[in-house]
């Protein structure tokens, strides 16, 4: 008692305000995952999942199978969806990209007055229930929905059957495409909104600068704008892609058999087969894919700051 | 605007910016209003339009598991978001406040993990130690407290990443101008600080309320018999198809989604205009 009082208040106050949320961290995010990599190296028993160490006469036998791993690498299926994950996760990313700066580059360009509410009308959707959103699309894509009617009348869907983002000319959903649109369409927002914040803060004067060298304002654009917008188009690219990777819910609803992504295979692998082992080796090997994009952008940041 | 006519050229590019962002904005806008526009179909078939009706809302009013699931998920959405701000607040002081602790990188990695984290994972892994635990102690059964704990996990990251960007931004001049004027460290967070970064509290808050009432995939994973969350239910009956049921429900969402942010930018754009003008007239008296 008498220690603890010789230390000033504050001191008391730090070790709470650490401590707690240090306690819970540590409890129920680094406990249950240490969790994982250990069912990922055990085996399937007949009712349940063995230990990976037993003690039997005395004796610690450890028991570590690196069989799912193995039959990760081996398996066709895991590996077709890991890359078919990446492969979606990125064209979305392309997509967002695509319809997301000119939106960011001409609202930022707005009036000031309109901004705010033109930034509001950007959130909102984001305020609403992600699974309707996904929902929504179902209804659309749908044989005889209007976005479907509509596309088959202008002659996109035999555009979209030669790229193979569809199978069959008129039937949209359950195709790579309808999983793209509805990944576009949720995730547009987190592409907009870093590169909204970025392209307003930027200085106009360098344009005038440029064309008073004699740019012309396409030049501009991409000598210019383009460079200097480089870390919100990289942060704005990783707040789609990497949620995109782990998604379950879009590849549900309006993904097919074509497109199976990783999220799905890890639910499946638990709901379906009741293979927790095989479920954590899968959750395992997704967290290392995520992981190197990440660091990759950290990198860069941590590059881009010391540049300042 | 002179810069306007400096980067477009005049004419075209103003328009076809103008034109894109209507367009955007129909890609936004349109789908959701495709539901509500369906909800009110006397068809049940997602594509014939059968005319209007309010029979959909009708049977909604007699759906006992969308409503129960609703009030689930609203009292689990309510402990969530009330307990993120809390501990997020803390996570973000120590973040913020203290430069230098024992294992600060690891704290700030674990605070931001989840926000990477597929859901998928942290559900599973939840999950595997519930069951681990409940081998070992008997205890939690799989149900609204478990979900909960899922949510609360996640809503700590959100929380936590939003104060703390608001947090950087006091000044710590007057926490310490209060300190220095005899305050205690509890007076000064009371009475310095919380005022200061209220805003940043009530929008975490919202945050973290409508993640857990959005949220399928922890809550599939953590759920038990019984405790099926109003996400959950539109899920099972999404994946079947397209349903009148959830386009009505879908709109209920929508609407007092959109009442709800509209009133409060209203009131968070009204109080930064005070705030402007109390600092301002602060700063007159000042000189």
């Not at chain 1, 028991?63 to 990446?86: E, G, H, R």
């Not at chain 1, 509001?120 to 005889?144: I, N, Q």
């Not at chain 2, 029979?55 to 009030?71: F, V």
């Amino acid at each position: 008692m008498r220690l603890s009082l010789r230390k000033p208040a504050w001191w008391r106050g730090r070790t709470v305000v650490i401590g707690i949320p240090y306690a819970w961290l540590i409890l129920f995010f680094l406990a249950p995952f240490l969790i994982v990599l250990r069912f990922s190296v055990s085996e399937m028993g007949v009712i349940s999942v063995q230990d990976v160490m037993t003690v039997a006469d005395g004796v610690v036998k450890l028991a570590i199978k690196y069989s799912n791993y193995v039959f990760i690498t081996s398996d066709d299926l895991y590996y077709k969806a890991y890359l078919s994950s990446v492969k979606y996760a990125g064209i979305t990313t392309l997509c967002c990209l695509f319809i997301g700066y000119p939106f960011a580059y001409f609202m930022a360009r707005a009036k000031a007055s309109i901004q705010p509410t033109l930034l509001m009308l950007v959130m909102l959707p984001f305020w609403t229930s992600f699974l309707l959103r996904v929902y929504a699309w179902k209804g659309l894509l749908e044989e005889g929905g209007w976005v479907a009617e509509g596309l088959t009348h202008l002659g996109v869907d035999r555009l979209l059957a030669a790229t193979g983002m569809i199978e069959v000319p008129g039937i949209l959903l359950h195709t790579p495409f309808s999983l793209v649109v509805g990944m576009t369409y949720t995730y547009l927002p987190f592409m907009i909104l870093p590169l909204y914040a970025n392209l307003s803060k930027m200085d106009l004067r360098l344009l005038e600068a440029a064309a008073d060298l004699g740019a012309s304002p396409w030049v501009a654009f991409w000598k210019v704008t383009v460079p200097l917008s480089k870390a919100g188009i990289i942060a704005g690219s990783m707040l789609v892609f990497i949620p995109c990777i782990g998604e379950y819910v879009t590849p549900e609803l309006l993904g097919g058999p074509q497109t199976l992504m990783i999220g799905r295979v890890l639910w499946d692998e638990f709901f379906s087969n009741n293979d927790w082992p095989m479920a954590s080796s899968v959750a395992v090997v997704l967290v290392v894919l995520i992981v190197i994009p990440l660091a990759i952008f950290n990198k860069y940041q941590a590059e881009a700051q010391e540049r300042r | 605007m002179s810069t306007h006519r400096v980067m477009f050229g005049p004419g075209f590019a103003k328009l076809f910016g103008r034109w894109w962002l209507v367009g955007g904005f129909l890609f936004l806008y349109l789908p959701m209003l495709t539901l509500v526009v369906y909800s009110f179909n006397k068809s049940p078939l997602p594509t014939v339009w059968g005319g209007f009706t309010l029979d959909w809302y009708a049977k909604l009013a007699g759906d006992t598991e969308i409503l129960n699931g609703l009030w689930l998920s609203i009292k689990i959405a309510f402990m969530s978001a009330c307990f993120s701000v809390v501990l997020g607040t803390m996570a973000a002081f120590a973040l913020v406040k203290y430069k230098r602790f024992k294992g600060r990188t690891f704290f700030s990695g674990m605070v931001n993990a989840p926000l990477v984290m597929p859901e998928v994972i942290q559900g599973l892994s939840l999950l595997l130690m519930l069951v681990a635990v409940q081998r070992w102690i008997g205890f939690p059964e799989r149900g609204m407290m478990t979900i909960l704990l899922g949510h609360m996990m996640m809503g700590l990251s959100y929380a936590a990443v939003v104060i703390a960007a608001r947090l950087q931004e006091v000044n710590p001049q007057l926490e310490e101008a209060a300190m220095d004027l005899g305050a205690k460290p509890w007076q000064v967070f009371t009475l310095v600080t919380l005022p200061m970064i209220s805003q940043a509290l009530a929008s975490a808050w919202l945050l973290t309320f409508s993640l857990s009432l959005d949220d399928v995939v922890v809550s599939a994973f953590l759920s038990g018999p019984g405790s099926t969350t109003m996400p959950l239910v539109i899920f099972s009956r999404a994946r079947l198809g397209v349903s009148p049921s959830v386009n009505a429900v879908a709109t209920v969402i929508i609407v007092v989604v959109a009442v709800c942010v509209t009133i409060a930018s209203i009131l968070v754009a009204r109080a930064e205009r005070r705030r402007a003008a109390e600092i301002s007239a602060a700063q007159r008296d000042d000189s």
